[in-house]
C-alpha cells in the first residue's frame, strides 16, 4: 500500500514561518556574507569553484554510502587511462550541475530538465543497478528502506507523472508567497518524497538545491552545497525527510536552514582560508624562482594540487626538465610533497588537499 502524498499548495498549509523564523533570518545573512566573500576573492571563481564543486561530489557520494576520496578525483585527471568510477562519476555530477543550470536559466524547471540532469549523472556509470532506467521517470514501483525496514512508499509508477507536474508548476510559480529558501526545502523534501527515478534520487534532490537557489536568485551562481552539513548527520537528514511525511514540516524546514547555515559559515571559512593560502604561496614562490612564471606557476598548483610534471610541463608551456626543475624547488620549501614513487612520481599541495577536505 502506498501512503498519500499531499500536492505542493497542500504541503505549504502544513507550514508556520514562526516556527522557523529565526533560523531563516540567520541563514539569509550567512548567505549573503557568503556571496560578498565571493565578490571581494582576489582569486578568480575558477580557482576555488572547482574544489566546492569536488568537495560536494565527495560527500553526496559518502551520504548513499559510496566513500570516494578527494585525491580520487585528482589522481583520475592525472592518469585518465586508469578509468575508474569514481572520476566517471566525478566528472557526471559537474556536467549535471553545469548543463541543468544552464537549462533551467533558459527553459525554467521542466521534466525533460530533471530527466537530462539524470541522464548525465549516471551516463557511462557501469556500476549502476542492472536494468534501471536512465534518463526517465521510474518504470517499476519503489520504495524507501532505512536498516532494511521499508518505511515509506512514493507514489506509484502511473502517478509519478502528475506528482512531478504538480512539482514543476510550484518551481516555476513565481508568487512571493514563500522566501526562496523555504520553498527550496520544500522542492527537495517533495522530490524526495515523489522518488521519481529508479536509482539516484537522492544525488539528483541534493544537486537541484544549488541550481535552484541560483535560478531563484539567492546565489549568483550555483556555489552553495550543503551535503558536506548533511553528512555530518545523515541520519537526521533521513528522520526530518521522513517527518515531512507525517505532517511535521516545519522540523524539516528548520533543519534545513540549520544546514544551510552551518554550510555557508563553512563556505566562507574556505574561501577566507584559500584567499590567505593563495597570498602566502605567491609570496614563498616569488621568492624562491624570481620568475615572470610565478603567476602562472600558483595558478597551476592551485588548480592541480596533485601534479606531475607532465601536467606542469603542459600547462606553462615548458620542458620536462624545466617542469622538474620548478617542482623540485618547490618540494625542496616544502610547498609540495612527493609520493617517493621512482616512475609517474606525484606532487602533493598538502597544504590545499587538507583546505579541501
Request: proline share 4%; aromatic share 10%; charged share 25%.
Given at each position: 500500500?502506498n501512503?498519500?502524498?499531499p500536492?505542493?499548495?497542500?504541503q505549504?498549509k502544513k507550514?508556520?514561518?514562526?516556527?522557523?523564523l529565526?533560523?531563516l533570518l540567520?541563514?539569509?545573512r550567512?548567505?549573503?556574507?557568503f556571496?560578498?566573500k565571493?565578490?571581494?576573492s582576489?582569486?578568480?571563481k575558477c580557482?576555488y569553484?572547482?574544489?566546492?564543486?569536488?568537495?560536494e561530489?565527495?560527500?553526496s557520494?559518502r551520504?548513499?554510502g559510496?566513500?570516494?576520496k578527494?585525491?580520487?578525483y585528482?589522481?583520475?585527471?592525472?592518469?585518465p587511462e586508469e578509468?575508474?568510477v569514481?572520476?566517471?562519476?566525478f566528472?557526471?555530477?559537474?556536467s549535471?550541475?553545469k548543463k541543468g543550470t544552464?537549462?533551467v536559466?533558459?527553459?525554467g524547471?521542466?521534466?525533460e530538465?530533471?530527466?537530462?540532469?539524470?541522464?548525465m549523472?549516471?551516463?557511462?556509470?557501469?556500476n549502476?543497478?542492472?536494468?534501471?532506467?536512465?534518463?526517465d521517470?521510474k518504470?517499476v514501483?519503489?520504495?524507501?528502506?532505512?536498516?532494511?525496514i521499508?518505511?515509506?512508499?512514493?507514489?506509484?509508477?502511473?502517478?509519478t507523472q502528475?506528482?512531478?507536474?504538480?512539482l514543476m508548476?510550484f518551481?516555476?510559480d513565481?508568487?512571493p508567497i514563500?522566501?526562496?529558501?523555504?520553498?527550496?526545502?520544500?522542492?527537495?523534501?517533495?522530490?524526495?518524497s515523489i522518488h521519481?527515478?529508479?536509482?539516484?534520487n537522492g544525488?539528483?534532490g541534493?544537486?537541484l538545491?544549488?541550481?535552484y537557489?541560483?535560478?531563484?536568485?539567492?546565489?549568483g551562481?550555483p556555489?552553495?552545497?550543503i551535503?558536506?552539513?548533511?553528512?555530518?548527520d545523515?541520519y537526521?537528514?533521513?528522520?526530518?525527510?521522513t517527518?515531512t511525511?507525517?505532517?511535521?514540516?516545519?522540523l524539516?524546514?528548520?533543519?534545513?536552514?540549520?544546514?544551510?547555515t552551518i554550510?555557508a559559515k563553512?563556505?566562507?571559512?574556505f574561501i577566507?582560508?584559500?584567499?590567505?593560502?593563495?597570498k602566502?604561496i605567491?609570496?614563498?614562490?616569488?621568492?624562491?624562482?624570481?620568475s615572470?612564471l610565478?603567476?602562472k606557476?600558483?595558478?597551476v598548483?592551485f588548480?592541480?594540487p596533485?601534479?606531475t610534471s607532465k601536467?606542469?610541463a603542459?600547462?606553462?608551456?615548458?620542458s620536462i626538465t624545466?617542469?622538474?626543475?620548478?617542482?623540485?624547488a618547490?618540494?625542496?620549501?616544502k610547498?609540495?610533497?612527493t609520493?617517493?614513487r621512482?616512475?609517474n612520481?606525484s606532487y602533493?599541495f598538502t597544504?590545499?588537499?587538507?583546505?579541501?577536505?
Amino acid at each position: 500500500m502506498n501512503d498519500v502524498l499531499p500536492f505542493c499548495n497542500e504541503q505549504l498549509k502544513k507550514i508556520s514561518s514562526e516556527e522557523f523564523l529565526p533560523e531563516l533570518l540567520e541563514t539569509v545573512r550567512y548567505i549573503s556574507i557568503f556571496e560578498t566573500k565571493i565578490e571581494d576573492s582576489r582569486l578568480e571563481k575558477c580557482v576555488y569553484l572547482p574544489k566546492m564543486e569536488i568537495s560536494e561530489i565527495v560527500s553526496s557520494l559518502r551520504i548513499e554510502g559510496t566513500h570516494t576520496k578527494i585525491e580520487d578525483y585528482y589522481q583520475g585527471e592525472l592518469f585518465p587511462e586508469e578509468k575508474s568510477v569514481e572520476l566517471t562519476e566525478f566528472k557526471n555530477y559537474t556536467s549535471a550541475l553545469k548543463k541543468g543550470t544552464r537549462l533551467v536559466k533558459y527553459e525554467g524547471f521542466t521534466n525533460e530538465v530533471i530527466k537530462d540532469i539524470h541522464k548525465m549523472m549516471f551516463s557511462n556509470v557501469k556500476n549502476i543497478k542492472a536494468g534501471i532506467t536512465i534518463g526517465d521517470y521510474k518504470k517499476v514501483n519503489n520504495y524507501i528502506a532505512r536498516d532494511n525496514i521499508r518505511v515509506y512508499s512514493p507514489p506509484k509508477v502511473e502517478e509519478t507523472q502528475e506528482y512531478m507536474n504538480d512539482l514543476m508548476n510550484f518551481i516555476n510559480d513565481d508568487s512571493p508567497i514563500i522566501h526562496p529558501l523555504v520553498k527550496c526545502a520544500v522542492i527537495h523534501a517533495q522530490f524526495e518524497s515523489i522518488h521519481p527515478f529508479e536509482d539516484g534520487n537522492g544525488r539528483i534532490g541534493r544537486i537541484l538545491i544549488p541550481i535552484y537557489l541560483c535560478y531563484a536568485g539567492l546565489i549568483g551562481a550555483p556555489l552553495f552545497y550543503i551535503s558536506e552539513a548533511i553528512d555530518d548527520d545523515k541520519y537526521l537528514y533521513y528522520n526530518s525527510l521522513t517527518e515531512t511525511r507525517t505532517g511535521n514540516y516545519n522540523l524539516w524546514i528548520k533543519y534545513f536552514l540549520q544546514k544551510c547555515t552551518i554550510q555557508a559559515k563553512k563556505h566562507i571559512k574556505f574561501i577566507q582560508n584559500i584567499d590567505e593560502l593563495y597570498k602566502k604561496i605567491t609570496q614563498q614562490v616569488e621568492q624562491i624562482t624570481n620568475s615572470v612564471l610565478t603567476p602562472k606557476l600558483v595558478r597551476v598548483i592551485f588548480e592541480n594540487p596533485i601534479i606531475t610534471s607532465k601536467k606542469m610541463a603542459e600547462s606553462l608551456n615548458l620542458s620536462i626538465t624545466q617542469a622538474n626543475r620548478y617542482l623540485r624547488a618547490l618540494e625542496e620549501e616544502k610547498i609540495l610533497y612527493t609520493n617517493e614513487r621512482k616512475r609517474n612520481i606525484s606532487y602533493y599541495f598538502t597544504e590545499l588537499l587538507s583546505l579541501i577536505c
